[in-house]
Nanobody, 118 residues
Framework: VQLQASGGGLVQSGGSLRLSCVASGDISNINGMGWYRQAPGRQRDLVATISKGGSTAYVDSVKGRFTIARDNAKNTVYLQMNSLKPEDTAVYYC?????????????WGQGTQVTVSS
């Protein structure tokens, strides 16, 4: 499985960005997907998740501002980020949960930088 993330960039506080993550390879065993972020000097933290059926969950700090969505036909997960704040600045990573007889674990994308200026 390969995950290719895109959509990051530099935006002013209050602005919006939409991240995309396209999955390829052996995607039939992908279940939940999510977005994580890692700011400089900090650990990688969960931002939002979405199940294969579309159930979503968010960390409190982004509720009401970020929306995770999934298009199974396009093998793509999105993160719409509105009302961005400087504290949202981080490298954002997409993640996929994978379940098969031979492997159970996570795959990660390469990360995309989001910078929010004040």
């Amino acid at each position: 499985v390969q995950l290719q993330a895109s959509g990051g960039g530099l935006v002013q506080s209050g602005g919006s960005l939409r991240l995309s993550c396209v999955a390829s390879g052996d995607i039939s065993n992908i279940n939940g997907m999510g977005w994580y972020r890692q700011a400089p000097g900090r650990q990688r933290d969960l931002v939002a998740t979405i199940s294969k059926g579309g159930s979503t969950a968010y960390v409190d700090s982004v509720k009401g501002r970020f929306t995770i969505a999934r298009d199974n036909a396009k093998n793509t997960v999105y993160l719409q980020m509105n009302s961005l704040k400087p504290e949202d600045t981080a490298v954002y990573y997409c993640q996929a949960d994978y379940y098969s007889y031979s492997y159970v674990g996570s795959y990660w994308g390469q990360g995309t930088q989001v910078t929010v200026s004040s």
